[in-house]
């Protein structure tokens, strides 16, 4: 069959399905077919890709049992091969090229790269982080500090601060207390590679406002167009991460601004009813657990951010209404239907839809 994007993912989820010698072989050979086109891609277009759906099925395949497997004699040389080159020249414009066609025959935690946050392309640190070395992970986690407090008027979003810097210098104190005052145990996912005021002018950009309307039109007219819910999908997350880095005072004018009508209108489009991810599932999965104990620091920051992830009716409330915001409170009911009842936590509700783990 001629390769394409839905044949790998399809090729990776036959293995994951049933792991047997000849769809093994297969995601063999689509582990090749993948590493060679990376390294035969242009090196200015590599962020693209990798956001593409040939990224998605790299990251599939990076996620799942393949990597696991011992490797046969030839891919074994072909590692070895890619290995050298990494060795000997890192500092090349290809060097991203060759780690992309490298990754994927490692074994989780079995690769490092010395000075990742330097030698590592930022759109491509939180999967390597992800897959072989978690420290570096949660390094990346961190919140970003915010560098004005809200109050600038509820037709324009307050400014937020931006992705603070790691590397040879000393690291500054950590942000978290700054952003989200007394939460220095909350450890808080990573939606976006883009943060702070970059993010959140994206998102209020006229281009971006109107590009993004009419994906969400073209939702509604037809919700089976993968295309449309790939970039959807990078709208939430980037939603995400704004209501993540944002501070308590500063949720109410983000919601009544430019930036809160994008969101509200992608909830109200039916998006949040698609099936997730893998990606997106395991996403969901961090933030609701942050929302389990609506009393924490964070947990409407967190709240905010996983309500794209479900649809009406796959998301129960608990309580923990003393916590929430009345203007919060209003929303939710429009969206769901409903208001939360007096105990403490919110979770999915069990069914056949989207699955909550």
Known sequence: MPWSASRLAGIFDDLARQPGYSNLMEARLARQCLSQFWLSAPVDLLEMLYRSPIGECYRLMLAGQLAREALLAEEQSWRDSLTQRLSTAFDRPETTNVLLAAMPYFAPGKMRVADPLQQIPEWLQADYARLFDPPLLQRLDRPVALLSPAGQGYGAAPRLGTTPQFGAAPVAPDPLSASIPGSAAVALPRLSNRRGDAALSLVQSQDYQNRMNGLINLHVIDPQDGQVQRELSELRRLLGQIWLDAGAEQLKPLYVSSFGRVYRD????????????????????????????????????????????????????????????????????????????????????????????
Do not use: C
């Open 266 to 357: 992608l909830m109200a489009s039916g998006f949040p009813r698609v099936p997730l991810s893998q990606q997106d599932r395991l996403l969901r999965n961090q933030l609701a657990r942050l929302v389990a104990d609506m009393s924490q620091p964070g947990a409407i920051n967190a709240l905010l951010a996983v309500l794209p992830f479900y649809g009406p009716g796959k998301l129960a409330f608990g309580g923990g209404e003393q916590h929430i915001p009345g203007w919060l409170l209003g929303e939710i009911a429009t969206i769901y239907g409903q208001t939360p009842e007096t105990s403490s936590a919110v979770a999915p509700v069990p069914s056949g839809g989207i699955p909550s783990t």
